[in-house]
């Protein structure tokens, strides 16, 4: 095994560093307390090429490896979780196409995701269906030409802004009510609305809203894959999403432990920096140890993942497991170090302990993570 980054995966980590501290950073209190999403960090990210790394190379993509992105994506999170969630939706709305689309449906939409024209969007959640994603009750009724589709969906990231969706929706097929995976383009859809954006904890740049679908006309070529296939599309993507997520809080828990850090190598207190009190040192090393070993375990699975290799569902659970736990705790002892300091929002650690809890709970709750690593384990 062997996941050592070549030279282009090492030169795009940097040029997305060296851009996210130049042009983001200052940002990142500002988009956080605005709460709007940020369009002048999507089109940075546009101009510099960031969206191609969820395409693959024949769509204008980058190089079409997971591991690249996460490596990626690591960097913008350590500086703003928000504008994270930009690349990170991009990679998860992206992934029913990249996966399961036609020639036709990827030709129409890659190439344009690639460049940023289009924000696409995963609608698999809905008010009564979050971890139990089988009892979603939108539904999806033949007519003319293609389908009618009704129902909601809830905790959207990007809707109020995105184009086109994956709509998940029940069909009826061969007599059996099955999820079908269809595009929802708003471009040329009546009917379809982004209702009210949630006001959240944390990721506040990261507008998250209800999608409305009242009698929505699909044509039938937006189906993705074939009637019937909608829960295994759903179950691919969270697969490869898991692993983008588990980057995103690594880099998130790195970036509260340089704070914390730079903190604790200034701050005196009894006559000396609190970074050589034992305290203060071993919970560092503590910090430190805990990012380097989900960075790793992320790594490994986004390896698994590009290389086809057996067991890769597991890894990726355990990778989200491990990484959005781990983050929860470096963002609250990076608060705890900085003190009174690390409680105002004067200092970013206090926003990066909002964002963080998040990563635990979406594309899949840690519960859920448990029992997906769990059940393989019986069955190996």
């Known amino acids: 095994m062997d996941f050592r980054l070549n030279e282009e995966q090492e030169m795009m980590r940097k040029n997305v ?20 999403f940020p369009e002048d960090v999507k089109e940075l990210f ?24 996460c490596v990626c994506i690591e960097e913008i999170s350590a500086v703003c979780a928000s504008s994270s969630m930009i690349l990170g939706n991009q990679s998860l709305g992206a992934s029913p196409l990249v996966l399961w ?28 269906a979050g971890s139990d994603a089988a009892a979603l009750k939108t ?59 949630e006001k959240k904890m944390g990721l506040r740049g990261s ?33 490869k999403g898991r692993i983008m997520v588990g980057a995103m809080a690594a ?41 380097q070993a989900a960075r790793s375990l992320v ?16 890894f990726s659970a355990m990778s989200k497991l491990f990484a959005t736990d781990m983050v929860m705790e470096v963002t609250t002892n990076a608060v705890q170090i900085l003190g009174g300091y690390g409680y105002c929002q004067d200092y970013p650690v206090e926003r990066m302990m909002r964002d963080a809890k998040i990563f635990a709970i979406f594309e899949g709750t840690n519960q859920i993570q448990r029992l997906v690593i769990a059940r393989d384990l019986a069955t190996a």
């Open 139 to 197: 539904r999806a009724v033949p007519v003319e030409g293609g389908y009618l589709l009704n129902g909601a969906k809830r905790f959207i990231t990007h809707a109020s802004v995105g184009n086109p969706y994956t709509v998940f929706a029940k069909l009826n097929v061969a007599g059996k009510d099955k999820i079908t995976a269809f595009l929802v383009d708003r471009r040329t859809a009546a009917g379809v609305t982004a209702g009210k954006i």
């Open 17 to 36: 560093r060296r851009i996210m501290q130049e042009k983001v950073a200052p940002r990142a209190a500002q988009i956080d307390e605005e709460g709007v």
């Open 46 to 69: 546009a101009e510099n090429g960031f969206f191609g790394l969820v395409v693959p190379p024949e769509y204008d993509g980058f190089d079409g490896k997971l591991l690249t992105l």
């Open 101 to 128: 689309g036609s020639a036709a449906q990827k030709e129409k939409y890659l190439p344009g995701t690639a460049a940023g024209e289009f924000l696409p969007c995963f609608a698999l959640t809905e008010p009564d």
């Open 251 to 291: 880099g998130l828990a790195q970036g509260a432990l340089n704070c914390a850090l730079d903190y604790a190598k200034t701050r005196v207190q009894f006559g000396k920096p609190i970074v050589q009190h034992q305290a203060v040192g071993f919970l560092l090393a503590d910090m430190e140890t805990a990012v």
């Open 207 to 239: 507008p998250t809203a209800e999608i409305i679908l009242e009698n929505v006309f699909v044509p039938a070529e937006n189906i993705l894959g074939a009637p019937g296939d909608g829960m295994r599309i759903a179950l691919d993507c969270l697969d």
């Open 299 to 314: 790594y490994h699975a986004a390896w698994r993942y590009d290389e086809k290799e057996p067991q890769m569902v597991r």
